[in-house]
């Protein structure tokens, strides 16, 4: 692989949201601020902060977090002097108003997802997000369910409406690494603006995957510390940031600093290590959204069915995220079968 010392890797740290996941949205107000902090003084870039579906994403359907998170917002914007806070919005789930509220609170970037196919959606909260000064992004969910070609398409929408960078999400964990050397080298030669590329593990190539986004020239990636992700994490931040100055590029982080707050403050956060089990391996297998794991392993134990057998049903049911009713309905319909 090429050295990329020339090129600014921007790093987002993502276990204070998409980690939301993996402990149930139960977050506290402690725990944002001990972990900010720590990636602070060790020079990540951005930190994201939000429940695990975004802005407005604490509901019965998606899961309550246990602290507003606004205030965990405004915690986390109090404990950063360098790094820069993120938030995630996903249309129909998240509004105007609370972005606006976010921003008020010193969120300076919102990453505006969608899944793969409906870009169109975000138009409205890129652009309102580029006139309240925010750094404004667009972030393509389950990106291995839809041909290179379309994924191209809803790329190009989303820098038409004021995207400064649009994200390949491997939502799923299901991409191979060839898959996504094709996306985001096309992406390189279709857009004028930034490629991201965020990574799950569910088949262990969330580093690897990240590497060949990096060498294709993508310059916006994403961790999360200690795996701290939905189903078994993402590219795990202090592992990355290892690899990377083996390989030349000095993306301005302190490793030693990310393998203490790992190891210190946020394992101890942890429900349960986060490993490859046989749910997290299913996901990628399946192509099935990361967040999926709980509600089907929760599902699974209520209708007295395996937890595989419903994530199975439904990566063949093309789910998507948002859909996470559906999951109740299939494990009622497969213990109805049996």
């Known amino acids: 692989m090429k050295r990329n010392s020339d090129k600014l890797i921007k790093i987002t740290e993502v276990c204070l949201r998409d980690g939301s996941h993996a402990i149930a949205h139960q977050f506290t107000e402690e725990h944002v601020r001990s972990v900010s902090r720590a990636l602070d ?3 990540m870039h951005y ?7 975004g802005l407005g994403g604490s509901t019965l359907q998606y899961g309550r977090s246990l602290t507003d998170e606004m205030k ?6 109090e404990e950063c002097k360098q790094a820069t806070v993120a938030v995630l919005l996903i249309p129909g789930i998240g509004t105007v108003d609370e972005l606006k509220q976010a921003k008020n609170l010193g969120a300076g970037l919102v990453r505006v997802a969608t899944h793969v196919t ?3 959606v975000s138009a409205q ?3 309102l997000a580029r006139e309240l000064g925010m750094e404004s992004l667009g972030f393509l969910m389950m990106a291995h369910s839809a041909p290179v070609e379309k994924l191209v398409e809803q790329a190009k929408l989303m820098e038409s409406y004021g995207a400064e960078a649009v994200y390949i999400t491997d939502s799923a964990g299901a991409l191979l690494p060839d898959q996504v050397r094709e996306r985001v080298r096309a992406l390189r030669q279709s857009l004028d603006i930034e490629i991201g590329f965020h990574a799950h593990n569910n088949l262990s190539l969330a580093v690897a995957n990240t590497l060949v986004a990096i060498e294709e020239g993508a310059t916006r990636i994403d961790g999360s510390v200690r795996c701290l992700g939905a189903g078994a994490g993402n590219a795990q931040t202090e592992v990355l ?5 083996r390989m030349g590029v000095n993306v301005g982080i302190d490793i030693y600093k990310m393998m203490d707050l790992a190891e210190d403050i946020v394992a101890p956060i942890l429900h349960r290590p986060q490993e490859i089990n046989k749910g997290s391996l299913v996901l ?6 990361s967040s999926f794991l709980l509600h ?3 599902a699974g134990k209520r209708f007295g069915i395996d937890p595989r057998d419903i994530l199975i049903e439904l990566g063949r049911r093309k789910a998507v995220g948002g859909q996470e009713d559906m999951i109740l309905d299939v494990a009622a319909e497969l213990a109805g079968s049996r």
């Open 241 to 245: 940031v290892s690899v990377l100055d």
């Open 47 to 53: 930190i994201e902060v939000s429940h695990g579906d």
């Open 41 to 43: 003084q060790a020079g």
């Open 118 to 120: 409906e870009a169109d």
């Open 296 to 298: 089907a392993e929760r």
């Open 72 to 77: 965990l917002i405004e915690a986390a914007v």
């Open 284 to 289: 990628g297998y399946a192509g099935v959204y």
């Open 125 to 127: 909260h890129i652009s």
